[in-house]
């Protein structure tokens, strides 16, 4: 029973949850084929407008070379990124985002095995949006395809809520 393979995946995942620098439970949990990965991180003080459209560039052309998709939201202050891919890509994307120096605070937020990608023709989608969650929000439901599952959608709106000012209409 324990030699399974989905049952080696939970248990590393429940003891990578209170540790997360056990190293060999967390790279069990993110090895796993087709995985979804949903991340935030802080941007740069000074980051620029041709940081941001770097980045942009660099994740689109790096991700179609590895069979990569996703979304990357972008508040003035945050990162939010969702990754779809292999095992072996999304270990190497993680390690990329890492280290670079235009954002500190990288966190992962959530990651499961998806059975189908949510955002099959986007290599890197980049979507500003507001830093009041409302705003962010209805900016993100119009680009969102429609395929999206609303899981997905559910997930992304709350990771979205997370690293936004809630600002109540007057």
């Given at each position: 029973?324990?030699?399974?393979?989905?049952?080696?995946?939970?248990?590393?995942?429940?003891?990578?949850?209170p540790n997360p620098k056990d190293e060999v439970s967390v790279?069990?949990?993110?090895?796993?084929?087709?995985?979804?990965?949903?991340?935030?991180?802080?941007?740069?003080?000074?980051?620029?407008?041709?940081?941001?459209?770097?980045?942009?560039?660099?994740?689109?052309?790096?991700?179609?070379?590895?069979?990569?998709?996703?979304?990357?939201?972008?508040?003035?202050?945050?990162?939010?990124?969702?990754?779809?891919?292999?095992?072996?890509?999304?270990?190497?994307?993680?390690?990329r985002l890492r280290g670079d120096p235009r954002h500190t605070?990288?966190?992962?937020?959530?990651?499961?095995?998806?059975?189908?990608?949510?955002?099959?023709?986007?290599?890197?989608?980049?979507?500003?949006?507001?830093?009041?969650?409302?705003?962010?929000r209805d900016t993100i439901a119009e680009r969102l395809p429609?395929?999206?599952?609303?899981?997905?959608?559910?997930?992304?709106?709350?990771?979205?809520?997370?690293?936004?000012?809630?600002?109540?209409?007057?």
């Open positions: 029973f324990y030699d399974r393979r989905e049952v080696k995946g939970a248990l590393a995942f429940l003891r990578a949850v790279k069990r949990v993110i090895k796993v084929p087709k995985r979804g990965v949903g991340d935030t991180s802080l941007a740069r003080l000074d980051l620029q407008k041709s940081d941001l459209e770097d980045i942009h560039l660099t994740a689109r052309e790096l991700n179609a070379i590895d069979g990569v998709t996703g979304l990357l939201v972008f508040n003035g202050t945050h990162f939010l990124q969702i990754i779809e891919g292999g095992e072996s890509a999304i270990e190497d994307l993680i390690e605070g990288f966190e992962i937020r959530d990651q499961r095995q998806v059975d189908a990608r949510s955002f099959p023709d986007w290599s890197m989608e980049l979507v500003r949006v507001n830093a009041g969650y409302f705003q962010a429609e395929t999206v599952p609303e899981a997905i959608r559910a997930r992304l709106f709350r990771m979205t809520e997370l690293i936004s000012t809630i600002e109540f209409p007057t």
